[in-house]
């Protein structure tokens, strides 16, 4: 009796397996983190390549882990690492097709082989949290009895455009020799969304076959066998397009994931050595400095930086940018204006990477200008700041839309049919730092603050989904166990009498 209350209460143990690019990386330590805090024992797996580089970003071994301090404080979290198929030295930028025709078709081998070898030695691993993106979550959670839990770390909106994808196919909106350009009204949960709204993949007129397209195609097919769903949002930010998708799944919002207390951390999973700008920051005036980054991922090319780097020259701001070496491409790194670095000196910093919570949340930032990445637009709510929109790829274009036309947060760059061009850059900079509207959005921006803040409070809506969510989790183990759990949270035998 005494070992079947046991296996009934059986602690969750978690695999997880974060996608291996920045942006999916950070959300997911997060949640490992949180997790970790609500009774979990966490198994937490990155690729040898982004283990390597977060290590080598840290100046740490490879054989010391980024949850050493998680643990210190009696988090049950565990590290290690696996093959993604390429040697550590291959550049997974520069030759991304090839990367991703690895990750869709030898990845899993690799994940099977781990995940086989786990569960053998531990036989307390009882769940799997994979990114949605990946392809092969039923078949690792199937074959080793595991509760399959799916994580999408950009919002609702983004995950039912792909979730739904035979639909816009179907009414040829995508995968057409022309595609319709007329508004799409037909997305459960979502009114209407113009077609230069849709995510870059679903965009394409031509090349649908891409690796990354194969990977959407597989990946959004599998993530309807998920017995559950969790999603980096809120509800109120939302609510038509989660209450849609909750009819068709168990699906959870659990955001804003962020790091406890929304500060900089002993946990940091950043894959370039950051500077630190708070003596910069500190030197400036409140509010005064435009915060500039195109993230970790996209590219763009030397005439858009060039536009940029003379937009900013002409608006007067003071302003951070933050240029990766590779954000033309690996092999080019010589692409700002000659002459920029010297005559920006004074008010303008430009650094490769940095710790971004640390900058927004300092009093001298007062504005954003950014490629719209999902965690950025989260932080940027969070420390209050208004945005000005210049989307690259993939999601970035559909988070455009929340951002300016549903949540009225921010601004575009440039106008969709416009030029990217230098006087136009320098006008929106204006206009957002201290223009006749940056008020407006300023106050806009604080209301929507409000909402992740209430979001988060115990009684609010991420909170309650979250415990929902852990609640579920344990009922579904129990009953992959052999056991069901009755209206007062008992364990029963379920042998299948019934």
């Known amino acids: 009796m005494e070992e079947m209350t046991e296996n009934i209460n059986q602690k969750p143990h978690a695999l997880m397996f974060a996608y291996p690019l920045q942006g999916h990386v950070i959300p997911f330590v997060n949640l490992a983190i949180k997790l970790a805090s609500n009774g979990f ?12 580089q977060i290590s080598t970003a840290r100046g740490h071994s490879l054989d010391q882990d980024i949850f050493v301090e998680a643990r210190k404080s009696g988090l049950d979290i565990r590290h290690t690492t696996i093959n993604d198929g390429f040697p550590l030295g291959f550049d997974r930028s520069l030759n991304h097709d090839q990367f991703f025709e690895g990750i869709l078709h030898v990845f899993s081998a690799h994940v099977d082989e781990l995940v086989g070898n786990l569960v053998g030695e531990d036989p307390t691993i009882n769940s799997l949290i994979v990114d949605t993106f990946y392809v092969w979550g039923s078949m690792i959670a199937e074959k080793y009895k595991l509760v399959n839990i799916s994580f999408f770390t950009e919002p609702a909106l983004v995950l039912t455009l792909y979730y739904h994808v035979d639909l816009l196919r179907k009414n040829g909106h995508f995968a057409s020799t022309e595609n319709r350009k007329d508004a799409i009204t037909y ?23 891409t690796p990354v397209h194969r990977i959407i195609y597989r990946g959004f097919h599998d993530v309807k066998k998920a017995d559950f769903i969790i999603c980096n949002t809120i509800q109120e930010l939302e609510h038509e397009t989660i209450s849609a998708l909750h009819q068709k799944q168990p699906f959870y919002s659990i955001g804003p994931v962020f790091p406890p207390g929304f500060t900089k951390t002993g946990i940091s999973a950043s894959m370039w050595s950051e500077s630190d700008c708070t003596e910069w920051l500190n030197s400036k005036a409140h509010g005064s400095i435009l915060y500039v980054s195109f993230g970790s991922y996209a590219h763009t090319s030397k005439h858009e930086i060039a536009e940029v780097a003379n937009g900013l020259l002409l608006s007067g701001v003071n302003f951070i940018w933050v240029l990766r070496p590779d954000i033309v491409s690996s092999d080019e790194t010589d692409f700002l204006p000659v002459g920029f670095e010297d005559r920006i000196k004074g008010r303008g910093l430009i650094v490769s990477w940095c710790s971004q919570i640390d900058v ?17 637009i989260l932080e940027s709510i969070w420390c209050g700041l208004p945005l000005i929109c210049y989307p690259l790829l993939t999601d970035q274009f559909t988070n455009r839309k929340l951002v300016v036309d549903d949540l009225k947060i921010g601004i575009d760059l440039c106008d969709k049919k416009s030029i990217l061009s230098r006087q136009g850059i320098c006008k929106k900079i204006n206009n957002l730092m201290g223009g006749e509207k940056s008020e407006e959005i300023r106050e806009q921006v604080k209301k929507v603050k409000k909402m992740l803040e209430d979001a988060m409070e115990q009684n609010g809506s991420s909170a309650i989904n979250f415990n929902m969510f852990v609640e579920d989790v344990k ?13 007062n949270g008992a364990g029963v035998v379920d042998n299948g009498w019934h």
């Not at 024992?41 to 390597?52: A, G």
């Not at 077609?195 to 076959?209: F, G, H, N, R, V």
């Not at 009922?475 to 209206?487: L, M, P, Q």
């Open 41 to 52: 024992t966490i198994t937490f797996i990155n690729t040898k390549s982004i283990h390597d």
């Open 187 to 209: 997305i459960p949960g979502v009114k209407s969304i113009m077609p230069t709204d849709l995510t870059s993949y679903l965009q394409a007129k031509d090349d649908i076959s």
């Open 360 to 376: 927004i949340s300092h009093q001298a930032v007062g504005g954003f200008l950014t490629h719209c990445g999902w965690n950025s």
């Open 475 to 487: 009922a579904k183990i129990a009953t992959n166990k052999g056991f069901t759990v009755d209206e």
